[in-house]
């Protein structure tokens, strides 16, 4: 079970990060970015890369000295997050998260992140949150790819365990969630905690109002 991180399992704007992201631009690329252009790319659901790459070409830089600097900025940008994380409001955990996740591992699951996040970012979001030891070392983040769908690949590959495509489910909250299910054929249910109501969702496998709902349908 592959969980995202941004409105699925932590609520609330992941200020910190975005700030983290944005100044490692200006460092990268000396472009005058600012959190509102990460708000401005309809960022829900892209991965961090994917985000990057649509504010520096809104700042006229071209994809060649994007490529080239990206490295050096997922870099930058998760050294910047531990430094700006604590001057934010953090994400929290949503109210069911413990439980539903300490519930699926006692009962055999493997769960893992699948997130657009850096995976530095990613990690420090949800350890702040309380959530840091139900997660393992594997999972598939933003610093693997930029496509998101490509994340599932690579966190199937790190799996404890292997698993056929059909015995794997996505919770996410975005429509971009569930095209990347789609394109890289496994489910997914998805949560109406994030942005999106029931009605954006309804391409999900299930529809549920939270994590608890989610897994029911995942289960039953
Ligand atoms: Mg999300």
């Known amino acids: 079970m592959l969980f995202d991180i941004d409105g699925t399992l932590?609520?609330?704007r992941p200020e910190g990060h975005t700030r983290a992201m944005v100044d490692a631009m200006a460092r990268v690329w000396s472009v005058p970015v600012a959190p509102d252009d990460v708000w401005a790319v309809d960022p829900a659901g892209r991965t961090d890369r994917e985000i990057?790459?649509?504010?520096?070409?809104?700042?006229?830089?071209?994809?060649?000295?994007?490529?080239?600097?990206?490295?050096?900025?997922?870099?930058?940008?998760?050294?910047?997050?531990?430094?700006?994380?604590?001057?934010?409001?953090?994400?929290?955990?949503?109210?069911?998260?413990?439980?539903?996740?300490?519930?699926?591992?006692a009962g055999g699951a493997e769960i893992a992140l699948l997130t657009g996040n850096l995976e530095p970012i990613g990690r420090a979001k949800v350890a702040a949150a309380g959530l840091a030891d139900r997660f393992g070392p594997g999972g598939g983040f933003g610093s693997d790819a930029e496509r998101r769908s490509d994340l599932v690949g690579v966190a199937m590959s790190r799996a404890r365990r292997s698993h056929a495509h059909g015995d794997v489910v996505i919770v996410g909250d975005t429509p971009r969630d569930i095209a990347a299910a789609r394109e890289a054929g496994v489910r997914v249910v998805a949560v109406t905690t994030g942005a999106f109501a029931a009605q954006d969702l309804s391409e999900a496998d299930g529809v549920?109002?939270?994590?608890?709902?989610a897994v029911a349908l995942i289960m039953a």
């Open 52 to 105: 990057a790459r649509l504010v520096l070409r809104g700042h006229g830089v071209a994809d060649a000295a994007i490529d080239s600097g990206i490295a050096e900025w997922m870099i930058i940008a998760s050294q910047v997050h531990e430094r700006v994380a604590g001057d934010h409001p953090a994400p929290v955990a949503a109210t069911d998260a413990p439980a539903v996740t300490a519930g699926l591992v």
């Open 208 to 213: 549920a109002d939270g994590l608890t709902g």
């Open 10 to 12: 932590l609520h609330g």
